[in-house]
């Protein structure tokens, strides 16, 4: 089972290592009615936008989370398990909220607009 996880996660590290090499490859032909954006373009869009629906439903989760404590009416159980949801929806949100400042600052630093963040 650890082998198998492992192997995909190398796979996921070595295709998200590679896709950046292959983003600045595109360059449409000239007369043709492909589009102008290139993929560098399409692809921060795409990760900014799937950073902005995990943040969304982190912070659903959040909420929901917080229903779920108000009516555990001191059930340990539910309290525990509407700590926990409330523990993993604000990782969420972070890592959401980190994301989009890293796509930022790579995206400005790769364009050569400044040098800091």
């Known amino acids: 089972m650890k082998t198998k996880i ?3 996660a190398y796979s996921a590290m070595a ?3 590679s896709v950046p090499a292959l983003a600045l490859a595109y360059d449409p032909p000239a007369g ?11 692809i921060r ?15 659903i989760g959040f909420a929901i989370a917080g229903i779920l404590y108000l009516t ?4 340990e159980d539910r309290i525990s398990t509407a700590k926990r949801a409330m523990t993993w929806s604000i990782v969420g949100v972070i890592v959401a909220l980190l994301g ?5 600052a ?3 630093m790769l ?7």
């Open 6 to 8: 492992k192997k995909i």
């Open 15 to 17: 295709l998200g290592m």
């Open 32 to 42: 043709t009615t492909l589009p102008e954006g290139s993929i560098y373009d399409i």
């Open 45 to 59: 869009n795409i990760m900014i936008w799937i950073l902005g629906v995990v943040g969304f439903i982190g912070v």
């Open 72 to 75: 555990a009416a001191g059930d």
């Open 100 to 104: 989009v400042v890293i796509i930022q």
């Open 106 to 108: 790579a995206d400005r």
């Open 111 to 117: 364009g050569a607009q400044t040098s800091t963040f």
